[in-house]
């Protein structure tokens, strides 16, 4: 009796994950039990055990929160670029190193006194030319992504050591300082972050509408309001914490904003819809008239844009360039866990952007709280590892068809 | 050619398409050895064979999934060019192939449109594959779909294909391929994982498509759905033709005897 009962808690939770907003529910569970553990139980059992005299509430104090959100950033930008391909079901291990270079060539275009705004220009354009690049020796060659972004892990390591041979960099453009550094004043952060809620809500509100006219199954009020108020609570959460701080920093609204575009790219548009596609079964996708070819190329060249962008953003918060904050540190992997962290499936066709943006924040939270207690970085590292080999397990348990035990 | 040949009773109705000396390997495969078929409007072409004979290979071909090696293709005579899979859809040939073709990952309504989403109006300034999906028209167009073919147990145009059972997802396939603009439908082995009533409601469908001048090829090893439905059949083995018959002039033997020894041993076994 006790495997059946398992297996019906497992099939709910995969049919749950199946719904819109159910893939979001493990992530957040896993973010609010982070934060419930380093926010409040630890303080909680330091004031009872004597240690402090007070309850304090670092983790979640608003100043913490910014450079949480701040140290996640770079991670999730390249999480929400390797969750096209892994939509695809490939995978792409360069992307940091694509970064690597990026950032790098930023710093010595700015160096020699191009300006700020032309460099990042260039930059992005190299960085979609060397994500197209492995693209087309996938897609037109037929060499594994795993085989050929590994050789591109290696190379573009390389290269980044050629750009900078002293592996650091300091990066004072201001256009480039700028983009960690403008703060966006409080009163328009609110108007912006009320602004994005009542979008959300009148798109609910007039898809609801459409269905009723067309005859159409719908959604229940219930599953609708507490899906508008949830997102509102956390829209209206973040922008005040910010603003208790300092503000809104114009790389999160930049961060948000390429998201937004990318997750309404591929939930609601053809090309989208095809990247889905072809994760769930490539030779239907062939089958209808699908360029898949095409499409892999286009999507690993929009990994080595959002690589460049997380370059980009990397500079401009640390100021630098250095060799290990990208090619050679631990991105990556922060990278493909945050994506698969935040629900989007190794095996393709599963996943949000969304959810990378959750995941990335996971494993900043997780690095962030570490470093608070006092955490060793070698229990970091086991941390993560295990938090990763979770998500992964839960990925591979709700896959259909694996709860009946095929 | 054999095709004139084999020709059995009254002179065939004009092909509405057509192919001559179809070849495919697969590597060392040769799995179609110059094979002619065709299929002419308001009729169905059955296509039988035994396992491995090319009748899916042939399907394919002429959906434009696989590229023939040689061959003409002939779309009321005129000659066309059948690469791709949009070569034929194009043409107005919709299939429901062998193993489904459908993405697990998405629901039902995604799959009927799959490769031809609808995109709202008035945004021409985007290209096509960057234009908003319209999927609520989507599941208006699956719902109309899944209705005509009485898919009763369907509880949501929303489920994701991937929990459905074989014979709903063998409607949903049947629907993708009907409820599309076409005249050529093709349909390889339908009723496999049907029931009794299930497959009923197939052979309605077969039949609805030929009123209404649909030319239809049918695949199947059910001898009964075959001699019910369809006006002629075509006997492939070995990945080359024996014989196009005229159904009601044939019986099941005589079709099983094709399908197994070839024309040769016919002599032999003359009844
Ligand atoms: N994609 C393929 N690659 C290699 N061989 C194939 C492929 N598809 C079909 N074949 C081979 O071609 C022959 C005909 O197969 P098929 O058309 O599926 O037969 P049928 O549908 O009549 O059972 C078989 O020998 C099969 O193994
Ligand atoms: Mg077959």
Sequence with gaps: MQPEAKMTFLDRFSAMRETQFGAFVPVLLALAAIWGYFGLVLPLIDLMSGEADSFRAIFLSPRNIYNLFMQSAVIATLAVGITIVLLLGDIDLSAAATAGVCAALLGVLVLSGVPGWLACIIVIFVGIVMGAAQGLLIAYVGIPSFVVTLAGLLGYQGLMQKILPTGNLNVGDPFVRGIARVLIPDLWGIVLGLAVVGMFAYANLRKQSRRKTLGLEQDSPLALWSQVIAFAAIVVAVVFTLNAYRSLPLLLVLLVAITALLGWITTSTPYGRSLFAVGGNPESARRVGMKVKRLRVSAFAIVGFMAAIGGIFGASRYGSVSYTAFAGGSLLLEAIGAAVIGGTSLFGGRGSVWNAILGALVIGSLGNGLDLTGASAADKLMVSGAILLLAVAIDALSRPGNGSGR | ?271
């Design chain 2, 1 to 271: 050619m054999t095709f004139e040949n084999t020709m059995v009773g009254q002179a065939a109705p004009p092909a509405h398409l057509a192919v001559r000396g179809i070849q495919k390997r697969f590597g060392g495969v040769h799995a179609l050895r110059g094979v002619d078929f065709e299929v002419a409007r308001g009729e169905v072409m059955a296509l039988v064979g035994d396992n491995g004979a090319g009748k899916s290979t042939l399907m394919k071909v002429l959906a434009g999934a696989h590229l023939a090696d040689d061959g003409e293709f002939l779309l009321d005579g005129k000659p066309v060019e059948m690469s791709t899979p949009n070569d034929a859809t194009e043409l107005g040939i919709q299939i429901v192939y062998q193993d489904l073709a459908l993405c697990e990952n998405l629901d039902v309504s995604a799959n009927l449109s799959l490769g031809a989403e609808p995109v709202k109006p008035g945004w021409s300034f985007l290209p096509h594959l960057l234009r908003p999906l319209d999927d609520l028209e989507m599941e208006v167009k699956a719902k109309k779909a899944i209705d005509k073919l009485e898919v009763r147990t369907l509880q949501s145009v929303r489920a994701k294909v991937g929990g459905l059972s074989g014979g709903q997802r063998q409607a949903i396939a049947i629907a993708r391929a009907v409820g599309t603009e076409s005249s050529v439908v093709m349909l390889d082995e339908p009723t496999a994982a049907l029931g009794v009533a299930q497959t009923r409601q197939v052979l309605e469908v077969v039949k609805r498509l030929r009123e209404t001048n649909h030319a239809v090829v049918y695949i199947s090893h059910n001898m009964r759905d075959i001699f019910e439905v369809s006006d002629r059949i075509t006997v492939l083995r070995h990945g080359s033709n024996v014989a196009t018959y005229t159904t009601s002039d044939t019986n099941p033997d005589e079709i099983v005897v094709a399908m197994t020894r070839g024309l040769d041993t016919e002599n032999g076994n003359a009844a």
